[in-house]
């Protein structure tokens, strides 16, 4: 299952790459667009349950992948990433300022661990998400539109999977015995 996850995540991710050097950014974009909803729904069939972080990718995927297509212009799907980034940050810094860890909620009961440790990992993400955010500006407003796609496609996920590597020791301190050696 996890595997399955994993492809229909990236996915879209590559077929976007793929478009993208064959035929350009307004075909990549709108294959991709078509690649989300193609991915969400194959989630939703096979899980029968749709996690929300890809319904929010989504919801912002359609509306600036629409606004690139609909102006051909691709500065929207670029500012794209901002979006999500900050909206991600913005969720999960609010919550925490407020006791409440959506991470929680991101990783659906897969962990137990204290209130302190979420809200530590909460604002960790929340500046990680902010410096991506920065880091996508930087990078579409300073470089071609190819460094970009290259950027987004090879650049974010790795960046991404590293800062979750870098917080698994102190997830692995504060999990439950019997998690950590599950896992």
Do not use: C, H
């Not at 799907?77 to 959506?102: E, R, W």
């Amino acid at each position: 299952m996890k595997a399955n996850r994993f492809l229909l995540d990236i996915g879209p991710l590559i077929i976007f790459f793929a478009a993208f050097k064959f035929a350009g950014i307004l075909w990549a974009t709108g294959l991709f667009m078509g690649a989300m909803v193609l991915a969400l729904g194959f989630s939703w069939l096979t899980e029968k349950r749709l996690r929300i972080m890809p319904v929010i990718t989504l919801v912002l995927v359609l509306f600036f992948g629409g606004l690139t297509l609909y102006f051909k212009d691709s500065t929207f799907i670029k500012m794209k990433p901002t979006a999500i980034y900050l909206l991600f940050a913005m969720a999960l810094g609010g919550g925490a300022a407020f006791g409440q860890y959506y991470l929680k909620v991101v990783f659906d009961g897969a962990f137990e661990m204290p209130d302190s440790v979420w809200r530590i990992l909460s604002w960790r993400w929340t500046g990680f998400f902010l410096a991506l955010a920065v880091l996508n500006e930087a990078i579409w407003r300073n470089f071609s539109e190819s460094t970009w796609v290259n950027f987004k496609v090879f650049g974010l996920l790795p960046l991404t999977f590293g800062f979750a590597f870098a917080n698994m020791p102190l997830m692995l301190k504060y999990m439950r015995e019997d998690e950590a050696k599950e896992g």
